[in-house]
């Protein structure tokens, strides 16, 4: 019901009055549905929830105190309600219930608001109710249930609402009041919820700000200084190129192309074929066609370094298939388009297929491109677009899919404003900039997650694209907070969804279920937000260092050999939260095996003028300068050993600028050599030039500074008695192995010590024993399997 005029009865009000014969009788109200409300996840804005009631009929009743005596003109009451699928799934709104107002805290002289005492009122959902009152007058507003409805978890009954408004002359006068509740069923803790103020931008879902849009012909587009290379890399023998053999075991065990194009074909009503496995719960079922996206962003990157006859021939019977689904209009998504708010699709699924494609394309699959701008010709002109950002679950997500599209070879200008007027949020943009915190783990707009690096990632695609500077400054203090506040030692993302993560929190245990630390995703998103700035500043070396920690301690760290990805990157236990259930199709896989098709673009940038060295990985990379082709290879057995040596071929002497990356994590100065000679010598966090006529034979040599370093943890899982450490080994993060809860007598005085106590493994590369210790050992957290370990030790010094 949309609205509903109630008016009370004579015989109502009569009895009203036989009951409380001392209230005065209840105005006429209006109710009012203003609409779908947003979610509201953070922890400033969950909703109040009373105590259980093991029956629905237990009164209990929440109060608030204006202050002074107010007008009351409108009751507003807010739904508490979980995420659906086409609407939210309301729990806790009042069956029945009444809304009084009165001068005394006691109510012995109580004024009717609102009265539903009578009968059920109708399940609101996630839809806000508004209550126009009559001119009724009072300090004290009460709202009382006496018949609950059920709890979010069935278990029992309660009363939960987001909030509660009370409007005089157009004002919400309640905002900050002080609240209280009956001693039976009231929660003391949640009652400041009632009364919070309204969020930045409303409560609704609807999101249409066309004043945000600005005109293509004014954009003044910010080019990139180098370039991560789309090709013309091959990988040497390391952990690169064994992780993408690994991943490409994973990708073609995991799932058939029939499998994968099966909701496509479900939706388009052509044939599937019989005896496929049942669709995944969840990651299938609520997200058709996430799982093709996942091999599309998986195998399409991988086929650019190197050619796999099987992984290219599915990618493209994939590309094919939704090729033969899409529809008329252009649309191609494996879900009816006019479900496209259900669970996460609009954001979530849309960006996996949009990704996919564009690998796809530029893998040389010749469909890829024009099946987006078709289906982007429809979705910029969609009649959902108002409500996909806070209508759909975690719709923010779809930004990155869009300004991605923009920078393909058939983006057009719309695809960009269409984001500029749907889901920019300025107060958010100033927020980022001024480096504030509770702008992170306090968005108010759904739950706080790293998911929300994907956002930031479309605001640098909107700097790169207009020029606008506010973008660049919100996500350089979105990056500074993430990197200062929620970024383990190590290099994982140490905020993930369903849970408290204040700044610093750095959790390394579940708190609840869905609630654990370090999501592969987010460190994927980590890599590529860092590598468009690395992209813009290539000398800026804090960016590469990004990079390089989040491959070793999140990319390899999480892969389970060719079998699959796990989820968390898990810092104390047991790894494996799929070791035993691989191959779920989960959001870590999808964006696990994308990472890890992608290896080959990190270690070089390209720029007009020469070539940047940023990672050590041996591979061999080829490019064109002033017209002369120039191969530099780069030979090493790094992290194992720290000798680096890069040898030069061209076909006739260039001209070129070779910059090496000198790594934040150096223990000293580094020098290198060209033919032998010391030629330059660079310090921690920098890259040195070397401007040359460069010829065949050319030999670059250089040892890197690598040493041990320790950092003390400070964040609140304490061990007792002790402080916990973690200990590297360059950008390797290193786990002790043999126990989850081990504490480490140090023989110095010292924590710091505890690095000379380390004795070398001679048959097992950086594999460290402990002298005075030898129940355990060190070893690279990339490489830890099915062991006990921490990455976080405690340390106690004699």
Same mark, same amino acid.
């Given at each position: 019901?949309?609205?509903?005029?109630?008016?009370?009865?004579?015989?109502?009000?009569?009895?009203?009055?036989?009951?409380?014969?001392?209230?005065?009788?209840?105005?006429?109200?209006?109710?009012?549905?203003?609409?779908?409300?947003?979610?509201?996840?953070?922890?400033?804005?969950?909703?109040?929830?009373?105590?259980?009631?093991?029956?629905?009929?237990?009164?209990?009743?929440?109060?608030?105190?204006?202050?002074?005596?107010?007008?009351?003109?409108?009751?507003?009451?807010?739904?508490?309600?979980?995420?659906?699928?086409?609407?939210?799934?309301?729990?806790?709104?009042?069956?029945?219930?009444?809304?009084?107002?009165?001068?005394?805290?006691?109510?012995?002289?109580?004024?009717?608001?609102?009265?539903?005492?009578?009968?059920?009122?109708?399940?609101?959902?996630?839809?806000?109710?508004?209550?126009?009152?009559?001119?009724?007058?009072?300090r004290f507003v009460r709202l009382t249930a006496l018949k609950l409805r059920k709890s979010q978890d069935g278990?029992?009954?309660?009363?939960?609402?987001?909030?509660?408004?009370?409007?005089?002359?157009?004002?919400?006068?309640?905002?900050?009041?002080?609240?209280?509740?009956?001693?039976?069923?009231?929660?003391?803790?949640?009652?400041?919820?009632?009364?919070?103020?309204?969020?930045?931008?409303?409560?609704?879902?609807?999101?249409?700000?066309?004043?945000?849009?600005?005109?293509?012909?004014?954009?003044?587009?910010?080019?990139?200084?180098?370039?991560?290379?789309?090709?013309?890399?091959?990988?040497?023998?390391?952990?690169?190129?064994?992780?993408?053999?690994?991943?490409?075991?994973?990708?073609?065990?995991?799932?058939?192309?029939?499998?994968?194009?099966?909701?496509?074909?479900?939706?388009?009503?052509?044939?599937?074929?019989?005896?496929?496995?049942?669709?995944?719960?969840?990651?299938?079922?609520?997200?058709?066609?996430?799982?093709?996206?996942?091999?599309?962003?998986?195998?399409?990157?991988?086929?650019?370094?190197?050619?796999?006859?099987?992984?290219?021939?599915?990618?493209?019977?994939?590309?094919?298939?939704?090729?033969?689904?899409?529809?008329?209009?252009?649309?191609?998504?494996?879900?009816?388009?006019?479900?496209?708010?259900?669970?996460?699709?609009?954001?979530?699924?849309?960006?996996?297929?949009?990704?996919?494609?564009?690998?796809?394309?530029?893998?040389?699959?010749?469909?890829?491109?024009?099946?987006?701008?078709?289906?982007?010709?429809?979705?910029?002109?969609?009649?959902?677009?108002?409500?996909?950002?806070?209508?759909?679950?975690?719709?923010?997500?779809?930004?990155?899919?869009?300004?991605?599209?923009?920078?393909?070879?058939?983006?057009?200008?719309?695809?960009?404003?269409?984001?500029?007027?749907?889901?920019?949020?300025?107060?958010?943009?100033?927020?980022?900039?001024?480096?504030?915190?509770?702008?992170?783990?306090?968005?108010?707009?759904?739950?706080?997650?790293?998911?929300?690096?994907?956002?930031?990632?479309?605001?640098l695609d909107l700097y790169r694209a207009t020029g606008e500077k506010r973008y660049k400054d919100a996500v350089?203090?979105?990056?500074?907070?993430?990197?200062?506040?929620?970024?383990?030692?190590?290099?994982?993302?140490?905020i993930t969804e369903m849970g408290e993560f204040p700044p610093k929190s750095y959790r390394l245990e579940a708190?609840?279920?869905?609630?654990?630390?370090?999501?592969?995703?987010?460190?994927?998103?980590?890599?590529?937000?860092?590598?468009?700035?690395?992209?813009?500043?290539?000398?800026?070396?804090?960016?590469?260092?990004?990079?390089?920690?989040?491959?070793?301690?999140?990319?390899?760290?999480?892969?389970?050999?060719?079998?699959?990805?796990?989820?968390?990157?898990?810092?104390?236990?047991?790894?494996?939260?799929?070791?035993?259930?691989?191959?779920?199709?989960?959001?870590?896989?999808?964006?696990?095996?994308?990472?890890?098709?992608?290896?080959?673009?990190?270690?070089?940038?390209?720029?007009?003028?020469?070539?940047?060295?940023?990672?050590? #990985?041996?591979? /061999? =990379? @080829?490019?064109?300068?002033?017209? +002369? !082709?120039?191969?530099?290879?780069? &030979?090493?057995?790094?992290? #194992?050993?720290? /000798? =680096? @040596?890069?040898?030069?071929?061209? +076909? !006739?002497?260039?001209?070129?600028? &070779?910059?090496?990356?000198?790594?934040?994590?150096?223990?000293?100065?580094?020098?290198?050599?060209?033919?032998?000679?010391?030629?330059?010598?660079?310090?921690?966090?920098?890259?040195?030039?070397?401007?040359?006529?460069?010829?065949?034979?050319?030999?670059?040599?250089?040892?890197?500074?690598?040493?041990?370093?320790?950092?003390?943890?400070?964040?609140?899982?304490?061990?007792?008695?002790?402080?916990?450490?973690?200990?590297?080994?360059?950008?390797?993060?290193?786990?002790?192995?043999?126990?989850?809860?081990?504490?480490?007598?140090?023989?110095?005085?010292?924590?710091?010590?505890?690095?000379?106590?380390?004795?070398?493994?001679?048959?097992?590369?950086?594999?460290?024993?402990?002298?005075?210790?030898?129940?355990?050992?060190?070893?690279?957290?990339?490489?830890?399997?099915?062991?006990?370990?921490?990455?976080?030790?405690?340390?106690?010094?004699?």
């Open positions: 019901m949309d609205r509903r005029v109630f008016v009370k009865s004579g015989a109502a009000l009569a009895a009203w009055g036989t009951v409380h014969p001392q209230a005065a009788l209840a105005a006429d109200a209006t109710q009012k549905n203003l609409g779908q409300m947003a979610w509201a996840a953070g922890t400033w804005y969950r909703p109040y929830v009373s105590k259980l009631s093991h029956t629905a009929d237990a009164p209990t009743w929440v109060q608030i105190d204006l202050g002074v005596r107010q007008q009351t003109d409108t009751i507003r009451i807010y739904p508490a309600f979980g995420l659906g699928d086409l609407r939210g799934t309301g729990y806790g709104f009042p069956a029945r219930f009444r809304v009084e107002a009165a001068d005394d805290p006691e109510f012995a002289h109580p004024r009717v608001l609102v009265d539903f005492a009578q009968n059920d009122f109708a399940e609101p959902y996630d839809e806000i109710r508004e209550f126009s009152v009559d001119g009724a007058a009072g278990a029992g009954y309660q009363l939960a609402l987001n909030k509660l408004g009370i409007l005089s002359g157009g004002r919400d006068v309640a905002v900050r009041c002080a609240v209280t509740a009956d001693a039976h069923l009231g929660n003391p803790k949640d009652l400041a919820q009632l009364t919070r103020p309204e969020r930045p931008m409303g409560e609704g879902v609807v999101t249409d700000n066309p004043a945000n849009v600005t005109a293509a012909m004014g954009w003044k587009r910010v080019p990139d200084r180098a370039i991560a290379p789309l090709g013309g890399v091959t990988l040497g023998e390391g952990p690169f190129k064994r992780a993408m053999e690994d991943n490409i075991t994973y990708l073609l065990g995991s799932y058939s192309v029939d499998e994968m194009l099966r909701p496509f074909r479900e939706r388009a009503g052509k044939p599937v074929r019989a005896g496929l496995r049942p669709p995944i719960h969840f990651w299938d079922t609520s997200l058709p066609g996430s799982s093709a996206g996942r091999f599309l962003m998986g195998a399409a990157n991988t086929l650019r370094w190197m050619e796999h006859p099987r992984l290219r021939e599915a990618m493209n019977e994939i590309v094919d298939g939704i090729d033969e689904c899409k529809q008329a209009n252009g649309y191609i998504m494996a879900y009816p388009e006019e479900l496209m708010l259900c669970s996460e699709r609009g954001g979530y699924t849309r960006a996996w297929v949009t990704h996919g494609l564009i690998e796809a394309g530029i893998s040389g699959n010749p469909k890829a491109f024009t099946l987006l701008r078709g289906f982007y010709d429809w979705f910029d002109r969609c009649p959902q677009l108002p409500k996909l950002m806070r209508g759909g679950a975690q719709g923010v997500q779809g930004m990155i899919a869009n300004t991605r599209m923009y920078f393909t070879p058939v983006g057009k200008p719309e695809d960009l404003q269409v984001i500029q007027r749907y889901y920019q949020e300025n107060y958010w943009l100033e927020g980022l900039a001024k480096r504030d915190v509770d702008m992170v783990w306090q968005y108010p707009y759904d739950r706080p997650h790293n998911y929300l690096i994907t956002d930031f990632e479309a605001y350089d203090g979105a990056w500074q907070l993430y990197h200062d506040n929620w970024e383990h030692v190590g290099g994982s993302i140490a708190q609840a279920p869905f609630c654990e630390t370090g999501e592969t995703c987010g460190s994927v998103f980590w890599v590529k937000l860092n590598q468009r700035l690395l992209n813009m500043e290539p000398e800026a070396e804090r960016f590469a260092a990004e990079i390089e920690k989040s491959i070793y301690n999140v990319g390899l760290a999480n892969q389970v050999r060719g079998k699959g990805i796990n989820y968390h990157t898990r810092l104390s236990g047991m790894k494996g939260d799929l070791l035993e259930t691989l191959c779920t199709n989960s959001c870590c896989e999808g964006q696990g095996t994308r990472l890890l098709g992608s290896l080959a673009e990190y270690i070089f940038s390209v720029a007009e003028d020469g070539v940047f060295v940023n990672l050590f #990985e041996p591979s /061999e =990379v @080829k490019w064109q300068q002033n017209g +002369a !082709a120039i191969t530099a290879k780069l &030979v090493s057995h790094f992290p #194992e050993k720290p /000798e =680096v @040596k890069i040898e030069v071929t061209c +076909a !006739a002497p260039a001209e070129a600028k &070779v910059r090496i990356r000198v790594p934040q994590w150096a223990s000293g100065p580094m020098a290198i050599a060209v033919n032998g000679e010391q030629t330059a010598t660079g310090k921690p966090g920098s890259y040195v030039t070397l401007a040359r006529t460069w010829k065949t034979g050319d030999v670059i040599d250089f040892r890197l500074p690598i040493g041990f370093r320790m950092t003390k943890y400070v964040g609140l899982d304490r061990m007792e008695g002790c402080e916990r450490y973690a200990l590297e080994y360059g950008p390797v993060l290193m786990a002790l192995v043999g126990s989850d809860s081990a504490r480490l007598r140090v023989a110095g005085g010292q924590p710091e010590d505890l690095i000379h106590q380390l004795k070398k493994d001679e048959f097992h590369p950086l594999h460290f024993a402990l002298t005075g210790n030898s129940r355990w050992r060190f070893m690279p957290y990339w490489k830890v399997l099915t062991e006990p370990f921490t990455c976080f030790p405690g340390v106690i010094t004699a």
